[in-house]
């Protein structure tokens, strides 16, 4: 499939949608700030560093699209439309810029496998960085709390986050070393 064709984009961008929606069902009660602990966040990351920023932010548009039509695509069975009044408002805003960032950063890579190591783990920590940030707004801003206590509330995921982001690192190096095109790169003859 050619790095630019249209329909490969559109698989590629359903694929990672599905995924992010099916990974909803995974999710584990946070007592400390009302925001489950779940996967969705890990793979809307993946889809940035696999995907690269264009086809990562459309993923996290038609995610958040149809979540707003009323699906069931948010942690617990719940829609975008419920979740706009409530503390996860922010991370919903991150779901589609941290892939779009992550991504741009991670098609940056360069070819070699320890620099493509380095910077695919770097975009991933941004990508997460960005869903905090956007996390932290919506939940100062909805949940009534000041900024640094909507910070302090995103403590408890860093562990959590941090085995996820390495699990992701891995599989989106993986599938660079193995699908170099994906990057618009052609494979190295031998």
Same mark, same amino acid.
């Given at each position: 499939?050619?790095?630019?064709?249209?329909?490969?984009?559109?698989?590629?961008?359903?694929?990672?949608?599905?995924?992010?929606?099916?990974?909803?069902?995974?999710?584990?009660?946070?007592?400390?700030?009302?925001?489950?602990?779940?996967?969705?966040?890990?793979?809307?990351?993946?889809?940035?560093?696999?995907?690269?920023?264009?086809?990562?932010?459309?993923?996290?548009?038609?995610?958040? *699209?149809?979540?707003?039509?009323?699906? !069931?695509?948010?942690?617990? &069975?719940? +829609?975008?439309?419920? %979740? @706009? $009044? =409530?503390?996860?408002?922010?991370?919903?805003?991150?779901?589609?810029?941290?892939?779009?960032?992550? *991504?741009?950063?991670?098609?940056?890579? !360069?070819?070699?496998?320890? &620099?493509? +190591?380095?910077?695919? %783990? @770097? $975009? =991933?920590?941004?990508?997460?960085?960005?869903?905090?940030?956007?996390?932290?707004?919506?939940?100062?801003?909805?949940?009534?709390?000041?900024?640094?206590?909507?910070?302090?509330?995103?403590?408890?995921?860093?562990?959590?986050?941090?085995?996820?982001?390495?699990?992701?690192?891995?599989?989106?190096?993986?599938?660079?070393?193995?699908?170099?095109?994906?990057?618009?790169?052609?494979?190295?003859?031998?």
């Amino acid at each position: 499939m050619k790095k630019n064709s249209v329909a490969g984009d559109i698989a590629y961008v359903a694929v990672f949608t599905a995924l992010i929606i099916v990974f909803a069902f995974v999710s584990i009660p946070s007592p400390v700030s009302g925001v489950p602990i779940v996967l969705q966040n890990a793979v809307i990351t993946l889809a940035g560093l696999i995907l690269g920023g264009r086809r990562g932010f459309y993923v996290g548009l038609i995610f958040i *699209g149809l979540g707003l039509v009323g699906l !069931p695509i948010l942690a617990g &069975g719940r +829609s975008v439309l419920s %979740a @706009l $009044a =409530g503390p996860t408002v922010g991370y919903i805003a991150g779901y589609v810029i941290s892939p779009a960032i992550g *991504g741009a950063i991670a098609y940056r890579a !360069p070819r070699n496998k320890a &620099g493509m +190591s380095i910077v695919i %783990a @770097l $975009a =991933g920590i941004v990508s997460l960085l960005v869903q905090y940030t956007c996390g932290t707004i919506g939940m100062a801003l909805r949940a009534g709390m000041g900024w640094g206590e909507a910070a302090l509330a995103q403590i408890p995921f860093l562990g959590p986050d941090a085995l996820k982001l390495a699990v992701m690192v891995v599989i989106a190096i993986g599938v660079h070393a193995a699908f170099p095109d994906l990057m618009g790169r052609k494979p190295k003859k031998a």
